[in-house]
């Protein structure tokens, strides 16, 4: 039996032999991603978070500033975990390549890491959880952006979902740019940016430093969702009509508005030095990346980054320490045979 999928490539087949076949590699880009996100391992639980509950229970923290870190955790409480089922309920289903596959069981671990960092913080600083989870039903500004992801997949879960027609074939595209494009990539980054922040000024540090290795995650999985997106394209140029280009840049504008909407409910006086406005540059500069990053002509009208500081913070060189401080410890601890 001649295997044609070992040897084209082909991310979507119905020869489900392909998707035991890491090697040759095919797709080497999901690979090296995966490799890549190994050497980053990281567990939220490693982070202390003491200064973060002394300083929220002193009253270093304002109310402002509490309100944003319940918004923003509210938010990817909701999204993060979207995210990971789509991921293995919808996308991994149609997905047959076996790189792209080993990429994609890493980055639904990752997902879980990021619903753990919710749960830890919730816990720690002894949050409403009532609040936080259940902020996409009752923050309308959450709301907003979870029903407009809602709204623009179909669903591809049906058991009878037949992934060869030209239509569907779209229909999986529309759900790779729902979430790893708009989701992962647009809707979450305000989030960040607001955290980060804190943590510049030396407020809750426990959580900044869990949004870094977070960001360095997401960072990852957008630059795999780009190269999914573009290789069906590459595979299927007949799906990529100016129809659904037209589309897709209206899927992105939209998104755009909502977050930053979202920035304004957040920050409704202006905190940490950062206002609504920063935002709507913010935001327009990380639309015109996405756009770029799957070929798309539209350009937002402004493409200036006013946090600058948003991408060293998760230089590697930055966070050496961390990995360092591990990997001695690690080396430190018993050896494997007393668990066993
Ligand atoms: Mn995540
Ligand atoms: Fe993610």
Known sequence: IIDMDTKTG?????????????????????????????????????????????????????????????????????SESLVGNNLLLSAFRYITDAECRQYILRQAFEESLHNLTIVYVCDSLDLDIDEVFAAYQNIPSIKAKDDFLMQITDDISAQDFDPNSKEAKQALLRNFLTYWVICEGTFFFSGFAMLLALGRQNKLQGISDQIKYTLRDESSHIAFGT???????????????????????????????????YAKD???????????????????????????????????????????????????????????????????????????
């Open 227 to 261: 190269y999914l997106i573009n290789t069906l394209i590459e595979q299927n140029p007949e799906i990529w009509t100016q129809e659904i280009q037209d589309e897709f840049v209206d899927h992105i504008k939209k998104a755009v508005d909502l977050e930053i909407a």
């Open 266 to 340: 957040v920050l409704p006086t202006g905190i940490l030095g950062l206002n609504a406005d920063m935002f709507v540059d913010y935001m327009y500069y990380i639309g015109n990346r996405r756009l770029e990053g799957i070929g798309l002509d539209y350009r937002f009208p402004s493409d200036k980054n006013p946090f600058p500081w948003l991408g060293e913070v998760v230089d590697v060189q930055a966070m050496g320490n961390f990995f360092e401080r591990r990997v001695r410890e690690y080396q430190q601890s018993g050896s494997l045979e007393d668990d066993f």
């Open 10 to 78: 082909h991310l979507l087949s119905n020869n489900i032999a392909g998707v035991n076949r890491i090697l040759p590699h095919k797709h080497k880009y999901a690979w090296d991603l995966f490799l890549k996100s190994c050497a980053n391992n990281w567990m939220p639980t490693e982070i202390s978070m003491q200064n973060d509950i002394n300083q929220w229970k002193n009253n270093e923290i304002t109310e402002s500033e509490k309100l944003l870190v319940k918004r923003c955790l509210g938010f990817f409480a909701g």
